[in-house]
């Protein structure tokens, strides 16, 4: 594909602009609500997440996997956190998390590009449907409202769509100058599209101070940089990181702890630097699939189906486990493997966007997943 000057521009986080000009549109905000959306890239392991520990089947099909939860924080008489989710313990017990297990998007094979697809399109399979469901909120909310930003390289497809949307990565490279700035803007100054965008990039750079110069390089840094673009009157509405590193397949009992401490982390910072807007803030975390229910021979777990989703935040109705839990015996597998799907990852979606933006939920159920079918949202997720 050709890329124009003004495509590189428009789409400007790929290059050397990529700390500079992301495209941006700000307006006045007629409301405080914030939607973040984090993706856990590879099929993050809902039962190495969220253990259900009361589950007779749980600890002899995870053996040393389910050894760390003898010092998770318990949940309720089923579930056990992860204890690398320290803080996460501690939104549960203020009443700021809610978990949902056994869910799963549409989407029932194993294939992470493909389940990524499904999950960020809002579609029944990969490559059906053309634009994000992120980007399909931000069509239904006011239009002061519709100011979308990811925290990624590019735009992912999650946000991707009608809504011009903005994307902002720490660079790696040396911070341009403020005499490179003056130059760019005095060379586009006389054609209008480039100005605009190039401007918006400028105001862009200024939210994010500072957090550029470490690139961002950890998840810390990356839940301060989203509160940044978030924060401020003028800043995003809905935003949307991207983790990686979540296929476990050998050695899962270290890794996947270093992740959950990094996510962990993560939502610490985004909570600290969102300051009183947390109250009026829900994060969405979810995966495109789990993983196996045993064990492999090299101390990981492969891809499977169902898996766990969580909400986080001061309007999320929280302290609570969601489950319709379908059990861990081998009669109870999907497929004789995995984790069986019993909630509707979509339903879950559309029913926590609905309250927490106050749109009638059967609205927001059909702009988010228009080819899925009936969708019956979940209800009583937000604080409203």
Do not use: C
Not at 33 to 50: M, N
Not at 105 to 117: A, I, L, M, T, V
Not at 272 to 282: N, Y
């Amino acid at each position: 594909m050709i890329v124009t000057r003004r495509r590189f521009v428009s789409w400007g986080s790929a290059a050397a602009l990529s700390a500079l000009a992301p495209r941006i549109a700000f307006a006045a905000a007629p409301t405080d609500r914030r939607f973040v959306f984090i993706i856990q890239r590879g099929a993050a392991d809902g039962l190495g997440t969220l253990a259900p520990v009361g589950d007779p089947a749980f600890a002899p099909a995870r053996g040393p996997l389910a050894e760390d939860f003898a010092t998770g924080a318990k949940l309720d008489g089923m579930f056990t956190l992860h204890p690398a989710l320290a803080g996460v313990a501690g939104l549960y017990k203020g009443g700021e998390a809610l978990f949902a297990h056994a869910v799963a998007s549409p989407y029932r094979d194993r294939s992470h590009f493909d389940g990524q697809n499904v999950l960020e399109t809002g579609g029944t399979s990969a490559y059906s449907v053309k634009d994000g469901w992120l980007n399909r909120l931000l069509g239904v909310l006011p239009e002061p409202e519709k100011r979308g930003m990811a925290i990624a390289a590019t735009v992912p497809m999650a946000l991707r769509g009608k809504v011009d949307v903005a994307s902002y990565a720490p660079s790696a490279l040396p911070d341009a100058s403020d005499d490179l700035i003056a130059r760019v803007t005095t060379l586009y100054a006389s054609d209008p599209q480039l100005h605009e965008l190039w401007e918006q990039a400028v105001a862009t750079r200024q939210l994010t101070g500072d957090l550029a110069a470490n690139n961002g390089q950890n998840a810390a840094a990356t839940g301060t940089l989203a509160a940044k673009l978030l924060a401020p009157a003028d800043g995003a509405r809905v935003a949307m990181i991207e983790t990686g590193g979540w296929d476990t397949h050998a050695g899962q009992r270290g890794r996947l702890a270093a992740q959950l401490k990094g996510l962990d982390a993560m939502i610490g910072a985004l909570k600290a630097g969102m300051g009183p807007l947390w109250s009026d803030t829900m994060v969405l975390v979810a995966t495109e699939f789990g993983r196996t229910v045993a064990v492999n021979g090299t101390g990981g777990t492969d891809h499977g189906t169902a898996s766990a989703a969580m909400l986080f935040g001061g309007a999320v109705k929280g302290g609570r486990v969601i489950a319709d839990w379908p059990g861990l015996t081998q009669a109870d597998l999907y497929e004789g493997r995995d984790l069986k799907p019993t909630t509707s990852l979509d339903a879950f979606i559309a029913g926590a966007a609905a309250e927490h933006f106050g749109i009638e939920p059967a609205r927001m159920a059909k702009a988010l997943f228009p080819t899925v079918g009936p969708v019956k949202p979940v209800e009583g997720l937000a604080r409203v």
